[in-house]
T-cell receptor
């Protein structure tokens, strides 16, 4: 069964460093999303991406964040200068945008900022 | 503020019982409703989606939607210890009739099924 994959599973970084989180969405899906979940809190939407551009972003997704689809398979989230409060699980999701709007989530990347 | 509210629990039920999980949402234009299950340290896993008022059954799971009351629920019949997890209610607003868009999640209800 097709699934969303994410790498790395765990990323540890120093405050102020740049990190890139990688995702491979399900192959025939057209819509891509990033969510984050701070430990013990709810899952929060960051950004959605369609047709090589951002379609919606939350107020969390400030200038420190960017997304890119560098090739036909990968979808990345970059945090330019990490802060302690960026420590969270980051989930990538995708949906096919056809008859179903169901979003399928990847396993997540745990980001720890020291 | 548009929100999704769930009773955080924990909800504890004995094995074999029915677990009832509830969710309310504030935005009346919400159109798509989802229940996800999340085990500790793992990602949300889709259980069911529901779009129309009424009940939708899938195996041991039944989702119920009442748009007039802005209420969606999930019933788990014959609960098993393996059902112990956090259950997330998520809502999507179909802006402009599109089939994509952000999900707004509730804080989740922790369910414990004890043998």
């Amino acid at each position: 069964e097709p699934e969303v994959t994410q790498t790395p599973s765990h990323q540890v970084t120093q405050m102020g460093q740049e990190v890139i989180l990688r995702c491979v969405p399900i192959s025939n899906h057209l819509y891509f999303y990033w969510y984050r979940q701070i430990l013990g809190q709810k899952v929060e939407f960051l950004v959605s991406f369609y047709n090589n551009e951002i379609s919606e972003k939350s107020e969390i997704f400030d200038d420190q964040f960017s997304v890119e689809r560098p090739d036909g398979s990968n979808f990345t989230l970059k945090i330019r200068s990490t802060k302690l409060e960026d420590s969270a699980m980051y989930f990538c999701a995708s949906s096919d945008g056809g008859g179903s709007d169901t979003q399928y989530f990847g396993p997540g990347t745990r980001l720890t900022v020291l | 503020q548009k929100e999704v509210e769930q009773n955080s629990g924990p909800l504890s039920v004995p094995e074999g019982a029915i677990a009832s999980l509830n969710c309310t949402y504030s935005d009346r234009v919400s159109q798509s409703f989802f229940w996800y299950r999340q085990y500790s340290g793992k990602s949300p896993e889709l259980i069911m989606s529901i779009y129309s008022n009424g009940d939708k059954e899938d195996g041991r799971f039944t989702a119920q939607l009442n748009k007039a009351s802005q209420y969606v629920s999930l019933l788990i019949r014959d609960s098993q210890p393996s059902d112990s997890a956090t259950y997330l209610c998520a809502v999507r607003i179909n802006a402009g009739g599109t089939s994509y868009g952000k999900l707004t999640f509730g804080q989740g209800t922790i369910l414990t099924v004890h043998p």
